[in-house]
């Protein structure tokens, strides 16, 4: 058994897409504006788990999604072989990071806004 498809709570779907696509360097993996369906893949693993960017149109989502970020928790963790340098390349994109990177005994990780109402964690791989 492996992971196929994971989820992501976005304020607004079609513009979750475009961060995740043109910012964040993610491909397109599915595109249904009409059923407000976006998807997307990790360049860096073309074969890997696809991320769809859910609505959060219930307030049972909306009310997770407000929660997790209001206590600072990121809603996803993303893998990178370098979280400065990662950093470095979204921020020149201007991408807002609320936690600058530092390093503990779990690692260096680093957290951003993704502009859709999430914080997204970089973890170095």
Do not use: W
């Amino acid at each position: 058994m492996r992971i196929k498809m994971c989820s992501v709570h976005v304020k607004d779907p079609a513009d979750a897409f475009d961060f995740y696509t043109k910012i964040l360097g993610f491909d397109e993996l599915m595109k249904a504006p009409e059923a407000e369906l976006y998807i997307v893949r990790s360049s860096e693993e073309p074969d890997g788990v696809g991320l769809i960017l859910e609505p959060t149109d219930t307030r049972v989502a909306k009310a997770y999604q407000e929660g997790i970020a209001r206590l600072g928790l990121p809603a996803i963790v993303f893998g990178t072989p370098d979280v400065q340098a990662e950093r470095d390349r979204l921020v020149a994109l201007g991408v807002n990071f609320v936690v600058e990177p530092s390093t503990d005994a779990y690692g260096t990780t680093a957290d951003f806004d993704d502009t859709c109402g999430n914080l997204i964690r970089l973890s170095q791989d």
